[in-house]
């Protein structure tokens, strides 16, 4: 039998508490969105073959 352990990046959770306060989805609103931008969106945007 396996336990899952459940963890929360406090760094992330700070981040996210501070832009829900003022939520935009601004890349440069927050350090919350730019993290967002540059981690999760950018990535699936660049392509191998942009020439």
């Known amino acids: ?3 899952t352990q ?4 406090n760094i992330l959770s700070r981040e996210f508490i501070c832009w829900e306060e003022k ?4 890349r440069d609103s927050s350090v919350f969105m730019h993290r967002i931008y540059n981690e999760d969106i ?7 073959n942009a020439d």
């Open 42 to 48: 950018l990535p699936c945007l660049t392509f191998p």
């Open 23 to 26: 939520p935009s989805i601004e």
């Open 6 to 9: 459940n963890s929360i990046d």
């Open 1 to 3: 039998m396996s336990t």
